[in-house]
């Protein structure tokens, strides 16, 4: 059975099509998820709140403007970034401010991927440098570079036009070379068109 | 050949592969534009490879179809017992003025017929007022020819019908004598 028809017959009420469709693109949707929000147990719950809006609104996708995953995708992204944004102003209850005092904070996020991957040390660097990054331009990185989006489709998921999506990879790709060129950088400078960590002494990378 | 070097936002869309012959002539002499340019292009194979790294890297945790399913029931669920309540609550208002208000259900219903009534007869009368209104102007387009009109200097519009002949007072003569006139009342003095 093709994508197509497995989104026909889940729009018809099929649950064991609706049920195919979310075990078929539920592990490529946490790990966009994932990378926008560098968190996993943030983007678990986008992703289940994603499937849920789009099982909720299945009779409005238009299989001629595009995959099903195309649609899941735009979103997927409006959710992770509603999800930032909301992030940005945190609710604290008194009773959770009373308990950090008694107990100190964990320093370690709930998933560092730069901690729990064997990663090379020019990506380690990258990896660093793009949290450093603008989250507009993460957004439009993340969507060029990791799904290989066109910047046509890159504007059409972030909301904005073919020159900003552009743009905005332009700027972003700009602000990483200069995080990664800094002289007094905390992760890495670059010399001679290679990346050098300051922890391995000057030895050539990548 | 231009010295002035191009913007480093415009190297990095040339080395993402937007032509522009302008930069790629001044790449031709200018190695510190070259190297950059190529800086771009090797940083965009690491941020792929670090994505593609990152991505997955991280566990997938276990698809948690029940959960979604739980949240579509919930909202059916909500849906039909919003209705359900809806309904009853409509119920128990005409119920509650049936038993309040006995007599304004019986009010309503003679003000509903008095008011069809009364725009029944309203409609009638004006339709028969209409149809009269419409056959008195066809009788009379048929009857009274309009008077013959003629253009008088372009502008305004002269009546050819006779004109009405000017009276003077002297002209006219002894007004008739009608046939029968009453003598004047003689003059009876009080007594």
Known sequence: MTDAETVARAIDGDEVAQRVLYEAHYAAAFRLAYLLLRDACDAEEVVQDAFVYVFRNLRRYDSGRGSFWAWLRVVLVSRCRNKRRRRRLPLI?????????????DPQPASDPAGA???RGVQRAVWEALQQVSP????ALILRYYEGLPYAEIAAVLGCSADAARARVAHGKAQLRRLLTAPEGEVTCWRDGRLLLPSQGGGAEG | MSEIHPREIDLARFGDGEASTGIAEHLHWCAHCRSVVADYRWLQGEIAATLALAADAVPV???????VQGHLFARQRR?????????LVSVMLVVCLMLSAPNLLVLCQASFDRFVVTTSVVSVVRQVTKVATASRQKLEAVTVPAPATAVVSGERMASMATPTPAISCEEAGPLPTPAFVLPPTPLVPET
């Open chain 1, 93 to 105: 209850s008194l009773e959770i401010l009373d308990a950090a005092d008694a107990s100190p904070a």
């Open chain 1, 136 to 139: 507009g331009a993460r957004d």
């Open chain 1, 117 to 119: 991957l064997e990663m």
């Open chain 2, 79 to 87: 849906q039909i017992a919003g209705w359900r309540a809806s309904a």
């Open chain 2, 61 to 67: 945790p276990r698809p948690k179809w029940l959960a």
